[in-house]
């Protein structure tokens, strides 16, 4: 496969991963599909989990992947020298794009670990009140499913917050692991180019050229 194949097959995969990225963030913003608690929180209450206002999957996982995924994409048509220079920057656009994956992934990492927001009570908290219950549990919440009862309003909370912060976080897997195979490709497309030649062999008249060129020297 030539460099500039590879640079599409990569940016179609980060256009969809960039739109699942925003969708659960903004799903996020709005537990059991209810506007209250988002308004409630606009007015000062504690209604939120607090890693869905780092919005990592809108900018992270969203806009600074979506970025990258246009100009890879574009790099994938042959251009002047042939698109040399798109490759190049493309390196630099992959890169913006691993930061924006590694932000949605440490959030998301977070905010599985932390658990959600919620009128919460148990048998050591009987006066239901709104907070994190789980934020010092380390995550052992996510195996132990008899205390996701302990999470009152909004109802179903963290089957809620649980799914679509595992699927940020797999989404942010995938943007990470394509945009650091971009750099190696738009690397390998600095020299060969986005030909329909595959780059092996453009390297292999690469180096019969620098021969022929030291022999006559």
Sequence with gaps: ????????????????????????????????????????????????????????????????????AIHIHLTSANGCCANRCGMFLSIGFAALGVVGAVY???????????????????????????????????GSYLTDKEQWSWCLIPENVVEFNVGLFSTLLVAACVELALCLIQMVNGLFGCICGTCDVPCICNLVYLKIFCNKALNIS
Excluded: H
Aim: proline share 6%; aromatic share 10%; glycine share 10%.
């Design 1 to 68: 496969m030539c460099t500039g194949a590879c640079s599409k097959f990569i940016a179609i995969p980060l256009y969809v991963m960039a739109a699942v990225s925003i969708i659960c963030n903004i799903m996020l913003f709005f537990p059991g599909f209810d506007t209250t608690y988002a308004a409630e929180d606009r007015e000062g209450e504690q209604r939120l989990t607090q890693e869905v206002k780092y919005m990592a999957g809108l900018i992270g996982g969203g806009i600074l992947v979506l970025i990258p």
């Design 104 to 138: 949605s992934l440490s959030v998301a990492a977070l905010g599985l670990a932390n658990g959600p927001t919620c009128l919460w009570s148990n048998e050591f908290n009987t006066s239901p009140e709104w907070g994190t219950p789980f934020n010092s549990s380390g």
